[in-house]
């Protein structure tokens, strides 16, 4: 048993606390918007926020998240008016989409310190999210687009 | 396999429905088609004026998507086209995925069928007619109502008009009385809309699928879960017809959660209550696997003896496509210039890896698949179950990439056996590390061109010889090759050089078979192929001493072909010379001669390490021209996705092989393009007559050659081995 707070909902899953974070979302709460990648923490598909931080679901043992404030893509505050998300339609930055929630939760963290960030800022804190649809010019115009309260 | 069987009886099945266009439209086949779909539409008693759309007494007009989603926006592309002749108020539109049926087959593949960046092209005539058809059903209904002639009768947007009178009534109005006649008007091309009247298509419209997709609420193969659901996953063999001896599965359940282990054709899948519990079981399986199709596979060591069989002209391959008499030319010509280029294995790495749900009750078989040939999807689970192709049901997801890969079933097949053997509902899943372990690669590739000049430098005569393993066979059965007579389109696709005035072409193909597993790879041969072409006209340029944007020029064959490139001149200012940056150029075609060919020309901006030997692609501009542009920006996207695959295929992607399997493992050693190498990208589209021409993968071939040429005007040294590593740059720049 693990108990976790996910989207500021306390849950308890039947899972060993060994059990990649990932699952936990995605096969014991249903909470799929959290992709899975590569399980290696090399793509960045399953990006998630622990205590307001970008974590890799799948490198991440769900006991180390038990007590701290887990955050997914169904949390993100705001949902479909999130400025992040907002920008992310209007860019219309998805084509596969299977990256997408990981990217944005990846660039939530850097707006979170980094107001109004540069090309080259973005590219850099971006670099571990995979897009093999290579939406990766879209996902820098998203960005600076929501930086801009656009 | 039985694949030749399958594809024969669906042959017969094609015929059975009609002429090419006649099946859409068919009344009792459309209120089957559209079953499953009207269950949550917005209006059950909406009629289904032909089995792509429906009209419901609201307004609501629902248009079903023929084929699946996988990033190529055909989702919105496709809808839009029937729309835009039905005169459909857009904001009025529901789009609904299409049940896999006959009905919504392409013209092109009777399949349901997603390759070759033809989805748009293959249904534009038959979404016109529907939706042409279905607004004639309106202003019949209406006409026989006011007493009026259909002739006085107008539409706009989701409204018929009776300018005479005044009257006008909407399509949801209409809906509530007209009935739909048993045989549905026939509508000739030329009753069309013309193209200069379209409002919707050319418009960028929002694509239906984004915002899902940007809140996580998209549903693909890998996120379905069903009451009572088990999950599995399939240890595959490492190369084709490798057979599981043993493997220590009885060990395996003696783990909690652990319910099957299940030996396959050509794999073992372990099957449980909780993915968890099945991947560790995954990490613990140890197989034996029975000696594969090919020797030991070792593709470093191969790729000389491919280079070897390119280089032999006494062997001989088969001819894939001739024009006048090349080798004569070659023989006598005043001199001739020779170069070789090769080409590793790649793997698709699309994001979501391979995954796929059924579910085998005493009703049929029903399948949650993301694959780009849900027919086959189809056929082969009716085969399995034993049921007829009627009682599956595949519901066509979003997938997570397709590129080609998916245009592969094996993960399908394998998923209605374990259903079938578990008796209850199963979701397969890949790891990553499985996902590559049973890559099925685009064909590693070696070339020889021989290209003979006269005395004045003019070509007289082009043979491109090609070694390369196959990827027909393995699609289609060895039917379809002898089919072909040999002739292995999806490998030699553009390796000549029709689009450049040369009098005398030979291509042939030496066939490589080593157990590898292939499938079509975004652009498919385009992109070695366009590669070796596209280097040896800049080879040739500097030869003549002629800029190569000029030679191209002079050389190019047609009005559109020039046009593209002159646009990437004018967009790369070409002339301006860079400081520590070079400019290289390539062209590349896109698609079928019959069906209409896309063109397309790349500048590439490339800064060269040479001490490290890195190449970086700071800027990409690429001049296209896809005729008429349904979706423009999305068209874009597309190139602009297919160009940067073309930097990441040239600079790092490589799968390798040894002892016959695969040796990367996961994206830590199959290296992709990430944001930090990202180049900027401008593309450009150039319009060009009436017809939509194939998007998706065009671009792809032109990136390579544009870099090699680049650090070839840098340095006057060829990079002819594609991917271009730190290693092999330095070896050539130290040659
Ligand atoms: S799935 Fe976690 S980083 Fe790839
Ligand atoms: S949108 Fe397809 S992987 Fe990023």
Sequence with gaps: MISLTVNDRPVTVAAEPDTPLLWVLREHLGLTGTKYGCGVAACGACTVHLDGAAVRACALPASEAAGRAVTTIEGLPGGAQNPLVRAWVAVEAPQCGYCQTGQIMQAATLLARTPQPSRAEILA???????????????????QQAARGA | MSRTSTLGRRGVLAGATGLALAFAFRGPESAEAAGPAALDAPSLNAPALNAYVRIGPDGTITIQAPVPEMGQGSDTSLPLILAEELDADWSRVRIATAPVRPAFDSPIFRSQFVVASLSVRGYWMPLRIAGAQARRVLLEAVAARWGVPVAELTTEPSVVVHAASGRRISYGEVAAFATVPATLPEITPAALKPVSAFRLIGRDVPRHDVPAKALGQTVFAIDVRLPGMLHATVARSPGLGARPVSHNGAELLRRPGITHVIPLDQGVAIVGERIEAVLAARRALRVQWSPGEGPAHESDAALASYLTDARDTSRSG????????????????????????????????????????ASITAEGVEIWDGTQWPSQVRDEAARIAGVPAERVKVNMLTMGGGFGRRAAIDTSIETVHIAKAVGRPVKVMATREDDIANAHARPMTAHRIDVGLDAEGRITGWRHRLAADLVVPILYGRGRLDAQRGVHHIVTCHANVAQYDVPATLTEHVYREHGVRTAPWRGIGAGPNAFAVEAVIDDLARQARTDPLAYRMALLRDARAKAVLQAVGEMADWGRRREGTSLGIGFARLGLPQLGESLSATVAEVALDRAHGRIRVLRLW?????????????????????????????????????????????????????????????????????????AGELGLGTVAPAISNAVLAATGRRLNIMPFTPERVRAALAA
């Design chain 1, 125 to 143: 804190h971006m670099d571990g999210n995979l897009c093999r649809c290579a939406s990766y010019n879209q996902i820098v115009e998203a960005i």
């Design chain 2, 318 to 357: 088969v001819t894939a496509g001739r024009a006048g008499e090349a080798a004569q030319a070659i023989a006598a010509a005043a001199r001739v210039h020779t170069a070789e280029f090769a080409t590793d294995y790649v793997y698709h790495a699309q994001m979501e890896p391979l995954a796929c749900v």
């Design chain 2, 622 to 694: 690429c001049a296209a021209d896809i005729g008429l542009a349904v979706q423009p920006r999305n068209a874009m996207r597309q190139i602009e996705g297919s160009l940067l695959w073309g930097v990441s295929s040239a600079l790092t992607e490589r799968l390798t092989f040894r002892d016959g399997a695969v040796q990367q493992s996961n994206f830590t050693d199959y290296e992709v393009l990430r944001a930090s190498d990202t180049p900027e990208v401008h593309v450009r589209l150039i319009r060009s007559g009436e017809m939509p021409l194939p």
